[in-house]
């Protein structure tokens, strides 16, 4: 089993940028494919972004696609690093893992993922 606590929240002017963590507990953090997902007032939980277990793949949603870069480090850290923020980008971000490995398909669906944090608070100003 693994505990997911996500950091790095905040407020911030549209065109700013924020980096978000995400921190594993467990000692099998490298089995485990990462996923991004947020959630704004009034509007279902949609897919951000996923890397794989190696970090080899990366997965976004086009809306996000070229602003944001998703990564992870040996140390059970996942990260998203959101440039050119948007107000639209205002969402409570949810970090999620999944043992097994992530394709297009399946990295995009909250059913795919095991595993969640409680989420941080990005806000962005116009």
């Known amino acids: 089993q693994v505990q997911l606590v996500e950091s790095g929240g905040g407020l911030v002017q549209a065109g700013g940028s924020l980096r978000l963590s995400c921190a594993a507990s467990g000692r099998t953090f490298s089995m485990y494919a990462m996923g991004w997902f947020r959630q704004a007032p009034g509007k279902e939980r949609e897919f951000v972004a996923a890397?794989?277990?190696?970090?080899?793949?990366t997965y976004y949603s086009d809306s996000v696609n070229g602003r944001f870069s998703v990564s992870r480090d040996n140390a059970k850290n996942t990260f998203l690093q959101m440039n050119s923020l948007k107000p639209g980008d205002t969402a409570v971000y949810y970090c999620a893992a999944v043992p097994g490995p992530l394709s297009y398909s399946n990295s995009r669906a909250e059913a795919s993922y095991d595993y969640w944090g409680q989420g941080t608070q990005v806000t962005v100003s116009s």
């Open positions: 890397i794989s277990r190696s970090g080899g793949s």
